[in-house]
């Protein structure tokens, strides 16, 4: 399973930037899908995550400004995140669950700054 993570870039504060990962190669069923960012310096967090059903679950520093979504029968999983802080620069990297292991993106940058 490969993931291949989109939508970086830079941003200024309060702004919106919209991620996307799309899920490639052999698939049987996916079921946890999410994000973790890692800002330099820090360690790797949860920011969201997704259950097949749609369940979803952010870190409290997220809440209300980030929406997880998924798109089971395209095997993607998206991020839109508003109100973007500076707090919110990281390198963000999608993950899925195939067959009880975890799959990692490549990471894509997101910066917030004037």
């Known amino acids: 399973v490969q993931l291949q993570a989109s939508g970086g870039g830079l941003v200024q504060p309060g702004g919106s930037l919209s991620l996307s990962c799309a899920a490639s190669g052999s698939i049987s069923s996916i079921n946890g899908m999410g994000w973790y960012r890692q800002a330099p310096g820090k360690q790797r967090e949860l920011v969201a995550s997704?259950?097949?059903?749609?369940?979803?679950n952010y870190a409290d520093s997220v809440k209300g400004r980030f929406t997880i979504s998924r798109d089971n029968a395209k095997n993607t999983v998206s991020l839109q995140m508003n109100s973007l802080k500076p707090e919110d620069t990281a390198v963000y990297y999608c993950?899925?669950?195939?067959?009880?292991?975890?799959?990692w993106g490549q990471g894509t940058l997101v910066t917030v700054s004037s």
């Open positions: 997704i259950s097949r059903g749609g369940t979803t």
């Open positions: 993950y899925a669950f195939e067959l009880g292991v975890r799959y």
